[in-house]
């Protein structure tokens, strides 16, 4: 039985997205560095809505709408955080990550893999 605290690949990279967007995440910013964080797979916004739905009933972001704009036809705008459980759940997939990345350097080494860092 899979672990549902186990965060998938494109989860990690929406989660990310919050985190370094801080206030200013909402629907088109989080999707803009998705897209940056992605390349040069392609994103559509119809995927990050879809994984933001599904990590906010894991618990692991919350939402709220702002007060409508005049500028955006009176319309809200719905802002995004981080959780306390999705920061746990973003450090343990980092933490992970860097296993991972450790574990292939430490194999690779002499080979002609360069690290991306």
Request: charged share 30%.
């Amino acid at each position: 039985m899979p672990d549902s605290s186990l965060l998938g690949q494109f989860e990690q990279v929406v989660l990310g997205a919050i985190l370094s967007l801080g206030k200013d995440a909402y629907g088109v910013t989080i999707h803009a560095r998705v897209v940056e964080l992605s390349a040069p797979r392609a994103v559509t916004r119809g995927a990050v809505y879809a994984t933001l739905d599904r990590l906010e009933d894991k618990g692991l972001v919350a939402s709220w709408l702002s007060e409508p704009a005049k500028e955006r036809g009176g319309r809200a705008r719905r802002y995004y955080r981080l959780e306390k459980s999705g920061e746990q759940a973003l450090r343990e997939s980092a933490r992970a990550a860097k296993r991972l990345y450790d574990t292939l350097a430490r194999s690779w080494k002499g080979l002609a893999w360069k690290s991306p860092h």
